[in-house]
T-cell receptor, first 117, second 111 residues
Framework: AQTVTQSQPEMSVQEAETVTLSCTYD???????LFWYKQPPSRQMILVIR??????QNATENRFSVNFQKAAKSFSLKISDSQLGDAAMYFC??????????????FGEGTQLTVNP | NAGVTQTPKFQVLKTGQSMTLQCAQD?????MSWYRQDPGMGLRLIHY???????DQGEVPNGYNVSRSTTEDFPLRLLSAAPSQTSVYFC??????????FGPGTRLTVT
């Protein structure tokens, strides 16, 4: 079974600065997808960024980028130019590429990000 | 296009009571899932479905039942509520399994 670990329960960053959230995972599969979700106090789960394991290029979405190290099974999220609205709980998630798995996600424990003005 | 809707938003049950959490999506998505979120544990998969008439167990299925008679609806039934089922429940749907759309969640308290 796959596992996802986020070793930083809490992180803080100054507004306009850069912060990196860590995520490691364990799997025996070679093809899979990785995601970062954001959950603000409203509780809504919002997809931030996604990465296909077969792609070597790191995904980027505006101020959000990932550092995907397949051999090390590491998937960190970098937030540049942090904004107050980035304050939220961030979850790393894994999904197998096998069709029979449906869309089931395995989540990490989450990292609570605080942005200080 | 309402996306994924969940009802109710909040619910309090007594131990032993049963109830159904409703989930509906209007995006014609084949894949639907139920997760529970507990403090410090992230989201855990309860049950999932890859299409109407097809369901399977996730990581924490005990005490829950699902059925998928239509593409749009995926209700989650609590057979006999226990305090350990106090949690926030999320329903999600996906067309390809790649990007999931989550509902707003249901906060359930069992006393």
């Amino acid at each position: 079974a796959q596992t996802v670990t986020q070793s930083q329960p809490e992180m803080s960053v100054q507004e306009a600065e850069t912060v990196t959230l860590s995520c490691t995972y364990d799997t025996s599969e070679s093809d899979y997808y990785l995601f970062w979700y954001k959950q603000p106090p409203s509780r809504q789960m919002i997809l931030v960024i996604r990465q296909e394991a077969y792609k070597q290029q790191n995904a980027t979405e505006n101020r959000f980028s990932v550092n995907f190290q397949k051999a090390a099974k590491s998937f960190s999220l970098k937030i540049s130019d942090s904004q107050l609205g980035d304050a939220a709980m961030y979850f790393c998630a894994y999904r197998s590429a096998q069709e029979t798995s449906g869309s089931r996600l395995t989540f990490g424990e989450g990292t609570q990000l605080t942005v200080n003005p | 296009n309402a996306g994924v809707t969940q009802t109710p938003k909040f619910q309090v049950l007594k131990t032993g009571q049963s109830m159904t959490l409703q989930c509906a999506q209007d995006m014609n998505h084949e894949y639907m899932s139920w997760y529970r979120q507990d403090p410090g544990m992230g989201l855990r998969l309860i049950h999932y479905s890859v299409g109407a008439g097809i369901t399977d167990q996730g990581e924490v299925p005990n005490g829950y039942n699902v059925s998928r008679s239509t593409t749009e609806d995926f209700p989650l039934r609590l057979l006999s509520a226990a305090p350990s089922q106090t949690s926030v429940y999320f329903c999600a749907s996906s067309r390809t399994g790649f990007e999931q759309y989550f509902g707003p969640g249901t906060r359930l308290t069992v006393t």
